[in-house]
């Protein structure tokens, strides 16, 4: 579930960056021109009332739904009690559901719903101190007022106090972003990814504001970047992909096939299944290949689980498991039989040659288990990550 703070962010962030478009198809309703430009102006107390009477007048119509709900969501934070503060994100939660029921599968619409919790969920801090936390909470007021100047100095006040602060950092890259000072938000933004370069936003936010300045081959590395920091993020992907659209890039996965499926059972015990064509030519070296990557799986939930991962006390699927069961496929094979192999052989041969079977494993297969080893992966293989990525993400899959 996403910080609420950073849904917040981020659906002014939204309305900054598609104001333009909405408003282009707006030029033959004057009401709900004078809407658009409202909040194009960052003035969403002004705008909200006109977004509710045209939701009302015109409630299939899904671009106002999503804009309604965005704003909601942004006024909220104007509430002074915490109540009318939860309701309020849970209204700005239905709505949004309205608007993907209407059609709308933007990767934004999707995080807010997800994000938010259903009953509106409860209010969050941005520091344990409280001095740094009400700089952060004034600085965000003032934010969503448009009060840009004001906001800027509360931000910066919370950084002083605490210079670790990863949103202090990022919110002040977003005023400048607003400001239409892409340079400079930029420059903050990299000051936010020094404090923690774990995290995906502003990765993503200076390659919006790179996009900006038109400079799409540099925003494309932030993208990346923001992607391999959190590939299982939405919003990460989301951004990449729609980078690679604008671009005219297709972003792909190698295409694995894998002919052999294993059903955990608990601890207990493991089926396997097994596709009955492996068995049709006991010469074939692809079938037994991938008979033996099956009996290696079988291995784990009773054993070999608990050895690599002495500290867990439940079998989950793994890294490890993953990466041996595919290692044990491949040393199978030789030199003579590795000609002949499947493409899906050839191409987790490939993979293992370069170096990146688990960096393929983790962004192109992950399930649950697998990607709770992510984060200790990622921090002495950042660059393989990249790697993999460039290599057969970036160009179609390897092709």
């Known amino acids: 579930m996403l910080n609420l703070h950073k849904l917040q962010k981020l659906a002014i962030l939204v309305l900054l ?20 430009q ?7 107390v002004e705008a909200m009332p006109l977004f509710e009477k045209l939701a009302a007048a015109n409630p299939q119509d899904r671009t106002i739904q999503e804009y309604l709900g965005l704003i909601v969501y942004t006024q909220s934070a104007h509430l002074k ?34 994000g938010i919790p259903p009953d509106g969920g ?31 100095e509360q931000y910066q006040r919370a950084l002083a106090l605490d210079p670790k602060l990863y949103e202090a950092a990022l919110f002040i890259g977003d005023v400048y972003f607003k400001n239409a000072e892409q340079p400079k938000a930029g420059e903050w933004f990299a000051r936010a990814i020094e ?19 038109g400079k799409v081959t540099e925003a494309g590395d932030k993208f990346l970047e923001a992607f391999i920091a959190e590939p299982y993020n939405r919003l990460a992907r989301g951004g990449f992909i729609q980078w690679g659209e604008r671009v005219n890039i297709q972003l792909a996965h190698p295409r694995v096939e894998f002919p052999a499926s294993v059903a955990q059972k608990g601890d207990s015990g ?20 991938w008979m033996v990557y099956s009996l290696t799986r079988a291995t784990w939930p009773a054993g070999e689980f608990a050895k690599q991962y002495p500290n867990e006390k439940a079998y989950r699927h793994s890294l490890k498991e993953e990466a041996a ?8 094979l030789d030199e003579k039989k590795a000609a002949s192999a499947d493409k899906s052989l050839q191409i987790l041969k490939k993979l293992e040659k370069d170096g990146l079977l688990e960096a393929y494993i983790l962004l192109a297969m ?26 057969y993400v970036m160009t179609g899959g390897g092709q």
């Open 17 to 36: 960056l598609l104001a333009p478009v909405v408003t282009a198809r707006a030029q033959d309703d004057p009401e709900r021109r004078r809407a658009f």
């Open 38 to 44: 409202l909040y194009k102006e960052g003035k969403f």
């Open 195 to 213: 404090i923690d370069p774990d995290r995906e936003t502003a990765y993503r936010y200076w390659g919006d504001a790179l996009m900006k300045q």
């Open 325 to 332: 069961a595919i290692r044990a496929a491949l040393k199978s």
């Open 81 to 114: 009690d915490p109540g009318e503060r939860k309701q309020a994100r849970k209204r700005a939660r239905e709505i949004l559901l309205k608007a993907k029921e209407l059609g709308s599968n933007s990767p934004t619409v999707i995080a807010f719903i997800e």
């Open 366 to 391: 992950p399930d649950q288990g697998i990607a709770a080893d992510f984060a200790g992966y990622r921090k002495g293989n950042v660059e393989n990550l990249r790697r993999y990525v460039k290599q």
């Open 270 to 289: 493991t089926t396997i299944t097994l596709d009955p064509k492996m068995f049709e030519n006991e010469k074939d070296a692809s079938s037994a290949a």
């Open 122 to 152: 409860t209010d969050q801090s941005f520091s344990p101190q409280k001095e740094v936390d009400e700089a952060m909470k004034e600085g965000e007021a003032a934010f969503v007022k448009g009060d840009t100047k004001t906001a800027l």
